[in-house]
């Protein structure tokens, strides 16, 4: 368990998230602790009118999780919270002449409360066991709820920030079948936004939802150790300021891999590569390599 967190170009940029078993079933009462460090780069284009071309951006993250698990009217439940810290640089052209800047500090904080609905039930760490060795095939149904907290390093005179200076929320909902060694997970999401009045040198900056969804299949080689491919996609979001419409709908796709190795039953390390990929004229081609380290206690 454990994230990794990209930066756009502009605050109402928005990354891909194709993190796999968000709706795992786990036992109630245990916390997970994940430290991770993600290097991306990213090949980005803009709206004409800033009059850049050819910009790129190269990103260090180090991120830290913490996921609660905890019974929830009679539900298995978990609460994330994961703050990052960010330095990233942005290079390119500025009406034909080169130009670069660079940018240090925290991201804005996510918080995450997901319930399983149907499948999964509360059971304690002692129970949990004797429950998944009996269980050769399962289907979960979850529902969660994510809130971006406007807490990043954000200036209102810059253009680019590792903060968004307004909240986002993003209700989800997912289905998890697992038959005996494999995995399917299908998630759908929906990001809504709230205004930026703050937004580049005191404009205003509103953004339309957008829809998400990713799929994920894993394979379990022995408890704790799994490999898994996702794939994901995201339209919408088109942004407007003052008013004005600026023609940047956001389409995306994106491919992720997952390796997990156990070092033993209370911890183990995590490898992700995401890469994605824009089809429109607005938006980022990235590259994501990651790696994380959980700690179960």
Known sequence: LFVSLLAGLISSSHALDLA???WSHLPGGINITAMAYAYTEADITVDPVLRLEDVEMELDTWAIKHVRTFDLLGKSARFDITQAYQEGSWSGLLNGSPASTARHGLSDNFVRLAVNLFGAPPLTAGEYGAY????????????GLVLRLPTGDYQDDKLINLGSNRFTLRPQVGV???DGKWSAELTAELALYSDNDEFFNGNKLEQDPLFISHAHITYTFSPGHWAGLGIGFDHGGESTIN?????????????ALNYVLPVNKYSGFNLYYIDTRTHESVGMDTRTLSAAFSLLW
């Open 132 to 143: 998944r060795r009996s269980m050769e095939s399962e289907t979960i149904v979850g529902a």
């Open 20 to 22: 796999p078993r968000q």
């Open 243 to 255: 008013g004005i419409g600026k023609d940047d709908r956001r389409k995306n796709t994106g491919v």
């Open 176 to 178: 998890q079948h697992t």
